[in-house]
């Protein structure tokens, strides 16, 4: 039997290979119309060499982690640790991680970060029931998502930094999230389907033995109503509260409520109210413009007059360069003439488009 002798050579030296963790952050993380948003990241133990690669967080419904999408023109990475999206309107979640060396070794994804708009999602809608922005923590309340999509999670980041979906700390009944108590302190509320994110609102959940002011959980309309109430966890408050707006008493006097008849810019800011000694967390009251959704009318206008201005100038060039090839005037008169009267009638028609449209 032939037998077949091994050896072995002596143990090369111990290496180590560390994977590096990276932190993102976004800012702001509240938007407004037309908004850019910077994303920046950061590598543990920084050094030079990195190329910082950008994503958008895609939700897995099946469970409660996110897939990763590249964002344009970070397919080969950046040199700069830092991304800008130039004017976000919606809700949305990013993350980062950087790679170096040839070949390429990668940091562990971020941790998502996430930029909330309060403003309405063609897509995807949050509301709240009771429709205020504080409530007391003994007190349920219910969210729900509405929208493209037959599928839906709610997501909350609370002010310590976690961010859970609502089987933790709820119960889903389809699209509904039914919570039996709110969270004490300030907690980001939003619903997630696949790539479509609603608006997100910040709510408050107070102590029983305080007070909480009754203000709408969404924008107001410039021109609409509002009515501002303080609420004991029992009763409301009727009589003798006074109302602050950004730290200054704006109502004092025998009503417990307050009235804005035709709400308008100036009256967007912090509010809170008071009663017997206690005072309510303050809220954000945002108001939002009424003519938003007929803005685009002078653009579509001044475009269609811009375009016919440049075909009249382009039709009167072809009439000087046929003249100049010796062609008969009345000739190109025929042809320029059609030409005019289609353009005439196209203009029109346009126009005609656009204000039965407005």
């Not at 994303?39 to 950008?54: D, I, K, P, T």
């Not at 995807?124 to 839906?152: E, I, M, Y």
């Not at 389907?193 to 410039?222: C, K, M, R, W």
């Not at 090839?325 to 008169?333: A, C, I, L, R, Y």
């Amino acid at each position: 039997m032939k037998t077949t002798k091994t050896s072995s050579t002596d143990w090369s030296d111990p290496i180590s290979l560390l994977v590096l963790d990276t932190v993102l952050s976004v800012s702001p993380s509240w938007l407004s119309p037309g908004t850019s948003v910077t994303l920046s990241c950061e590598v543990e133990h920084s050094s030079a060499g990195w190329r910082f690669y950008w994503y958008k967080t895609v939700p897995d419904l099946s469970g409660t982690s996110y897939s990763y999408e590249l964002l344009p023109g970070s397919i080969n990475g950046t040199e700069q640790d830092s991304y800008m999206i130039h004017g976000k309107t919606q809700t949305a979640g990013f993350t980062c991680r950087a790679g170096r060396g040839d070949p390429e070794y990668y940091t562990y994804y971020s941790d998502p970060k996430f930029v909330w708009s309060g403003g309405q999602s063609a897509s995807a809608s949050l509301t709240v029931n009771p429709d205020t922005v504080q409530h007391f923590g003994s007190k349920s309340a219910s969210l729900r998502c509405d929208g493209n999509s037959t599928k839906w999670r709610v997501s909350r980041f609370t002010d310590d930094g976690f961010q859970r979906q609502c089987f933790f700390w709820g119960t889903m009944n389809g699209s509904t999230c039914n919570l039996n108590w709110m969270w004490y302190g300030n907690v980001v509320y939003w619903c997630e389907s696949g790539s479509a994110f609603s608006n997100a609102v910040n709510i408050t959940g107070q102590y029983n033995d305080g007070i909480i002011l009754v203000s709408p959980v969404h924008p107001v309309t410039e021109g609409d109503s509002v009515t501002l109430g303080c609420k004991l966890r029992t009763q409301n408050v009727l009589s003798n509260v006074f109302f602050y707006k950004d730290n200054k008493l704006i109502q004092n006097d025998s009503r417990g409520e307050m009235s804005i008849s035709a709400v308008s810019e100036s009256d967007e800011g912090f509010y809170k109210c008071q009663y017997s000694g206690k005072e309510s967390p303050q809220s954000w009251m945002a108001v939002k413009s009424s003519s938003s959704e007929n803005s685009s009318f002078p653009v579509l206008l001044i475009t269609g007059l811009v375009c016919g201005v440049l075909l009249i100038i382009l039709l009167l060039l072809l009439c000087c360069y046929k003249q100049s090839k010796g062609e008969k005037f009345s000739d190109q008169f025929k042809i320029t003439d059609v030409f005019l009267l289609l353009l005439i009638n196209a203009v029109a028609t346009e126009e005609f488009e656009i204000h039965k449209t407005c």
